[in-house]
């Protein structure tokens, strides 16, 4: 299931130079453990359908300088429920990465905003601390491991493990994210248990919350039944 909407913004403020040296930092940072060689690239062709190993490559006459570069690194709108902004380079908005094995994103929390536990499938996430103060952490059948983050700390997500990010500070935190995959995709749990048509008794009956409980949860996340 592809972020929301909500979660998933653009904006177009000019980024500064400090800013760009950090994606390119990360962007060296993942690509060094890639196997794809130097000159081994494919750019995405977005009209095409995409697959698990990425989409279509574009003619190589069509490709430019531009399908290398993302701008818009910024701060997206965190007035929305989760009180958070992830402004994603992924495949999608960043042609250059297809089949690379990379993307990155910027991750922007307001103060009491959280990104709900979610899974990215296919992807290994790092998560980088530039500004304020993040709770995170990913649990397994048998163990937790969480941590409040500060600026310098710099968090593994392994792939496909059940994880969150909380902000715990009292300003706005931002953290970039590098990815092992073109397109990591996300399950946010809420929207999966709650986005949806099932009867709220037979929700209730499968997490063991009161159909209340439900009831008010699946408003929250545009759900029905
Ligand atoms: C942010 O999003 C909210 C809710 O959609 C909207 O009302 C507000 O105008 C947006 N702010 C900016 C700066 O775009």
Request: neutral net charge; aromatic residues 10%; charged residues 10%.
């Given at each position: 299931m592809p972020i929301p909407h909500y979660l998933h913004t653009k904006s177009i403020h000019p980024s500064s130079k400090m800013k760009m040296i950090h994606v390119l930092f990360l962007f060296a940072l993942v690509s060094?453990?890639?196997?794809?060689?130097?000159n081994d690239f494919c750019v995405a062709d977005l009209k095409g359908p995409d697959s698990p190993s990425g989409y279509q490559c574009k003619p190589p006459n069509t490709v430019t300088v531009d399908d290398f570069v993302f701008s818009g690194f910024v701060a997206g709108n965190t007035t929305n429920t989760f009180n958070a902004a992830l402004t994603s380079a992924f495949v999608t908005d960043?042609?250059?990465?297809?089949?690379?094995?990379v993307s990155v994103a910027r991750l922007d929390i307001a103060k009491g905003g959280s990104i709900p536990m979610h899974t990215h499938p296919a992807a290994t996430e790092l998560l980088i601390m530039v500004e304020g103060q993040i709770t995170a952490g990913f649990m397994t059948p048998t163990a937790l491991y969480t941590k409040t983050l500060k600026p310098g700390d710099i968090m593994v997500f392994p792939q496909g493990q059940l994880h969150f990010q909380v902000n715990s500070g009292n300003g706005k935190a931002t953290a970039f994210l590098a990815f092992s995959s073109a397109n990591p995709g996300a399950q946010l749990l809420d929207l999966l248990l709650f986005g949806n048509t099932l009867p709220s008794d037979l929700v209730a009956q499968t997490t063991f919350l009161d159909v209340a409980q439900v009831k008010k949860v699946k408003a929250r996340f545009g759900g029905r039944g």
């Amino acid at each position: 299931m592809p972020i929301p909407h909500y979660l998933h913004t653009k904006s177009i403020h000019p980024s500064s130079k400090m800013k760009m040296i950090h994606v390119l930092f990360l962007f060296a940072l993942v690509s060094f453990t890639s196997h794809a060689s130097v000159n081994d690239f494919c750019v995405a062709d977005l009209k095409g359908p995409d697959s698990p190993s990425g989409y279509q490559c574009k003619p190589p006459n069509t490709v430019t300088v531009d399908d290398f570069v993302f701008s818009g690194f910024v701060a997206g709108n965190t007035t929305n429920t989760f009180n958070a902004a992830l402004t994603s380079a992924f495949v999608t908005d960043f042609p250059g990465v297809n089949g690379l094995g990379v993307s990155v994103a910027r991750l922007d929390i307001a103060k009491g905003g959280s990104i709900p536990m979610h899974t990215h499938p296919a992807a290994t996430e790092l998560l980088i601390m530039v500004e304020g103060q993040i709770t995170a952490g990913f649990m397994t059948p048998t163990a937790l491991y969480t941590k409040t983050l500060k600026p310098g700390d710099i968090m593994v997500f392994p792939q496909g493990q059940l994880h969150f990010q909380v902000n715990s500070g009292n300003g706005k935190a931002t953290a970039f994210l590098a990815f092992s995959s073109a397109n990591p995709g996300a399950q946010l749990l809420d929207l999966l248990l709650f986005g949806n048509t099932l009867p709220s008794d037979l929700v209730a009956q499968t997490t063991f919350l009161d159909v209340a409980q439900v009831k008010k949860v699946k408003a929250r996340f545009g759900g029905r039944g």
